[in-house]
């Protein structure tokens, strides 16, 4: 996300606090929701006790001084994070057929919803998360044996295992969904189901990315279910989802 320039000036003259910073200015209202806007994208939320915005982690530290230094942050909403819940998290766990034992890998992991659910079914899971404070709450967030996770780059990770499953809600940004999902391909066995969430321009668009993707997936047996629209607006988006599934030739 990228911030004003104004915005940048009145935080660099606020008083940077060992757990938060401090607004030193009178603000109009209009402004102050900028500057409101642009902290909360760092993590940081307003403590009226203290009068100031106090940070949640030490991750938005660092998201402030890249706030102050270059006028951008990475928010979720940036890479296209938005939380699987509801009617669709329970369709997507039903489709992806889990079972006792199965090993499942899921790559774009969020705060946990997703692997908390095949956990629960018994399943043995590789979760993979790319925001350092996504990767915090799933931390605190999940119970029980069986899992292994990850803060990084998946585009970047090389696994060596495959998996029987892979269950995933991959970012949306730029048609990144696409990279994604070839990229757990890769890791899926003969015979493994893939279950992902993803926009539902990949079902029509005819650009030579979308093209190749269809290609790509045409042998295992691709099926495109829609989902309802605006089942992620609760999460922060209203684009149109779908829900593919396939099996993995051998």
């Known amino acids: 996300m990228k911030v004003a320039p104004h915005v940048i000036d009145i935080l660099r003259r ?37 009068k100031c915005h ?42 992806a057929h889990l079972e006792p034992g199965l090993s ?3 790559p774009s992991a969020g705060t946990g919803n997703m692997v908390q659910r095949i956990l629960d079914a018994g399943c043995r899971v590789l979760a993979v998360e790319f925001l350092p404070r996504n990767f915090k709450q799933l931390a605190m967030n999940i119970t029980g044996d069986g899992l292994v996770a990850l803060c990084c780059d998946f585009l970047a990770l090389d696994i060596p295992d495959l998996f029987d499953r892979v269950v995933m809600n991959p970012p949306f940004a730029k048609q990144v969904d696409m990279d994604h999902v ?16 993803m926009a539902a321009g990949v079902t029509f668009r005819e650009n030579r990315k979308t093209q190749a993707f269809r290609e790509a997936i045409a042998a295992h047996d691709p099926v495109f279910e829609a ?21 993995k030739a051998s």
């Open 182 to 197: 070839l990229r757990a391909l890769a890791f899926l066995r003969p015979g493994g189901r893939l279950v992902a969430v």
């Open 14 to 50: 606020a008083e940077i606090l060992p757990n938060g910073i401090r607004i030193v200015e009178q603000l109009e209202r209009g402004v102050y929701a900028e500057v409101n806007k642009a902290l909360a994208a760092a993590g940081f939320k307003w403590a009226k006790g203290p």
């Open 227 to 247: 989902l309802p629209a605006g089942s992620f607006k609760a999460s922060g988006t209203d684009v149109n989802t779908v829900i593919l599934t396939l099996v």
């Open 104 to 106: 499942v890998l899921e």
């Open 54 to 95: 106090q940070h949640e982690s030490e991750e938005s530290e660092t998201a402030l001084r890249q706030l102050i230094d270059t006028g951008e942050v990475t928010t979720a909403q940036d890479i296209g994070f938005f939380e699987t819940t509801g009617a669709t998290l329970d369709r997507v766990i039903a489709l």
